[in-house]
């Protein structure tokens, strides 16, 4: 299929069930991740929201194989609930959940933070990008085995400004704090938690940003790499995280942006490049 990635075969997920939430396309970060696990072996249900979305996500599930491809809207408990209920009913248990969800009225993604952030697009935006996760994994944990592992998709915006990312940035600190509390609660289960945060890629949700074009040029000029995000690598970070190679690593964020994240000023001669 067109926009798949090769990725090494592999057993390191053989005999391990799992749920992807927040396929888009071919291009999301999250088909990377599922890609990466089918290769090593792991069977994977897929949610989607709506039906613009499911039409998507339905070929790109069905050409490795996916038992499940459940509609699920996050805003919604009775969705939600229905969800998790036919994964417990078709599988009985899980190993892992990986959410990549996120979402604000791009009206938000541009300009002012303080001017363009209404309460609404505010709590819109935390729901969806944030309080999303807590639900999932609360959701997830009831029917994970020990040993489980889950992780969620964040972004450097969380610690620092950057241009036009405005609320979501705030979201996605917000996410990594209830990252750090679901780790601290589920560990007494054998289950881990932990956060990816991504260098830009070109996906549905970068898109949205109205200095996408730029957030991607000054990366590439400013990490030490002096490359772009490779999807592969957070999908490689996602496996370690989610396959028993990450034992005893739980409540982290972990950073795979070609090291951008450890710049605090680039060097001049890069910025003329």
Not at 54 to 76: F, M, N, Q, W, Y
Not at 206 to 225: D, E, V, Y
Request: proline content about 3%; charged content about 20%.
């Amino acid at each position: 299929m067109a926009g798949e990635t090769a990725f090494p075969a592999g057993d390191l997920m053989k005999g391990k069930r799992g749920i992807i939430m927040g396929v888009a396309n071919k291009n999301s970060i999250a088909w990377h991740i599922a890609q990466q696990l089918h290769a090593q072996g792991a069977d994977l249900a897929f949610t989607y929201a709506g039906e613009a979305l499911g039409r998507r996500v339905h070929p790109l599930a069905e050409s490795i194989d996916a038992d499940l491809i459940i509609e699920c809207d996050v805003t919604k408990d009775a969705s939600m609930d229905a969800a998790f209920a036919a994964v417990k009913e078709k599988w009985g248990t899980i190993d892992f959940l990986v959410h990549a969800i996120a979402y604000s009225d791009k009206s938000a993604l541009e300009g002012s933070f303080v001017e363009n952030t209404t309460r609404q697009i505010f709590k819109d935006t935390m729901d969806v990008s944030a309080f999303s996760f807590v639900d999932a994994a609360r959701r997830a944990s009831e029917i994970m085995n020990p040993g489980g592992s889950m992780i969620t998709l964040t972004y450097l915006g969380s610690e620092r400004t950057v241009p036009n990312y405005n609320v979501m940035g705030v979201a996605k600190a917000a996410l990594e704090a209830s990252t750090r509390y679901i780790a601290k609660d589920l560990g007494a289960k054998g289950i881990r938690a932990n956060a990816i945060s991504a260098g830009p890629v070109k996906t549905l949700a970068a898109a949205g940003i109205s200095s996408g074009k730029h957030l991607f040029s000054f990366n590439r000029l400013a990490a030490p790499l002096r490359d772009d995000t490779d999807p592969r690598g957070v999908a490689g970070a996602a496996l370690y995280l989610l396959s028993d190679l990450g034992l005893s690593c739980t409540g982290e964020t972990h950073h795979v942006d070609a090291g951008f994240h450890i710049v605090g000023m680039p060097d001049e001669s890069a910025l003329k490049e």
